[in-house]
């Protein structure tokens, strides 16, 4: 007879689903908030200091990212 696994029911898949979720989520956020920096920076021609302060970060995280993307 063979053995049948309900997934929905299963703890490690379920774990493993929400750590899978939980990093999605932080790795959309980091994207956002990239994209937030360097619009602020080319759009609005605000300071890293400013920038910073608004998306609560350090300014040197913000200069970081501008310096990646070759906008600093």
């Given at each position: 007879?063979?053995?049948?696994?309900?997934?929905?029911?299963?703890?490690?898949?379920?774990?493993?689903k929400?750590?899978?979720?939980?990093?999605?989520?932080?790795?959309?956020?980091?994207?956002?908030?990239?994209?937030?920096?360097?619009?602020?920076?080319k759009?609005?021609?605000?300071?890293?200091?400013q920038?910073?302060?608004?998306?609560?970060?350090?300014?040197?995280?913000?200069?970081?990212?501008?310096?990646?993307?070759?906008?600093?």
């Amino acid at each position: 007879m063979p053995i049948t696994i309900n997934l929905k029911e299963d703890p490690f898949y379920l774990e493993g689903k929400a750590e899978g979720i939980a990093e999605g989520k932080a790795e959309g956020m980091s994207l956002v908030k990239r994209n937030y920096v360097v619009n602020s920076r080319k759009n609005l021609n605000l300071t890293p200091e400013q920038i910073a302060s608004i998306i609560n970060d350090t300014v040197e995280n913000v200069v970081a990212i501008l310096k990646e993307e070759g906008i600093e």
